[in-house]
């Protein structure tokens, strides 16, 4: 889930009435500090928790796979204990947003990830997480190549970022309707409330095709993050894959099929 320039001027003023609710909801009585990650609880954070080891390990596999450089700049997530007081946060905080487990939330100078602590935390934390690592040193990464970089780093290292829901979901559609995907369509979506969940899977496996068929394909999908951190702009990825293939169309088609061969 993306959401980006939102002003969190509402967390720092406080409420209208001169009281300061959002920042009493707000975990920050514990912070544990890794590398970017600024932790932010309520409850004591193990400063060795396996799952913090994992986020850190991450930023370096990120970096070291897309060619991108470490940057500094603080991401600060905020866990909240449970369900119940996330949503209550969120509600009051940030009421436009729909109804998910995690977020990350971007403005002109701060990343925040809000996340809520239970079964599927890790794997949100790996997503939310992934913005913020991507954010902080590319800009104007088009919705859902940040998406699709997202979901297929959500995966716990050593998987090759197979997310496998989202393949069984494309491989089922490939074989019983002829489903065909379209990355121009893709590239014109603009903001996450439209993207769907045949969107997310079509956008992991664009970025899994990237980064896992073959060496030339990742190269192309490292000069484009490039060009856009030189530039601010790129030509799109649908361009540069076409001058590459006949019919990118066809090719992760056939990706698809050879993944869920495995
Ligand atoms: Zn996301």
Redesign the pocket.
């Known amino acids: 889930?993306?959401s980006v320039f939102i002003i969190l001027a509402v967390l720092l003023a406080g409420g209208c009435a001169g009281t300061p609710v959002g920042r009493l909801t707000l975990p920050e009585r514990n912070t544990l500090v890794r590398e970017q990650l600024e932790i932010h609880s309520d409850f004591p954070l193990s400063a060795h928790h396996r799952l913090f080891e994992e986020l850190t390990a991450q930023r370096t596999e990120l970096c070291r796979r897309l060619s991108l450089p470490r940057s500094d700049e603080p991401i600060h997530v905020y866990l909240f204990e449970n369900p119940d007081r996330f949503h209550k946060f969120m509600r009051l905080n940030h009421p436009g947003f729909p109804d998910r487990r995690a977020f990350?939330v971007e403005t002109d100078v701060r990343l925040t990830v809000y996340a809520q602590w239970g079964d599927r935390m890790a794997e949100d934390l790996r997503?939310?997480v992934?913005?913020g690592y991507l954010h902080s040193v590319a800009p104007n990464v088009p919705l859902w190549l940040?998406?699709g970089i997202?979901?297929y780093f959500e995966v716990p290292r050593g998987r090759q970022g197979l997310n496998r829901p989202h393949l069984e979901l494309l491989a089922e559609r490939i074989e019983r309707e002829n489903w065909q995907p379209d990355l121009r369509r893709l590239e014109q979506l603009a903001a996450?409330q439209d993207m769907t969940q045949d969107d997310?899977a079509q956008s992991w496996a664009w970025v899994h095709f990237l980064m896992e068929s073959r060496p030339e394909c990742l190269e192309l999908l490292r000069s484009y993050l490039g060009e856009l951190r030189r530039n601010g702009v790129a030509t799109p990825l649908s361009v540069r894959l076409a001058t590459m293939f006949a019919r990118p169309d066809a090719a992760l088609v056939e990706h698809v099929r050879w993944c869920s061969s495995l």
């Open positions: 889930m993306r990350f997503h939310e992934t913005h940040d998406e997202a979901e996450a997310y």
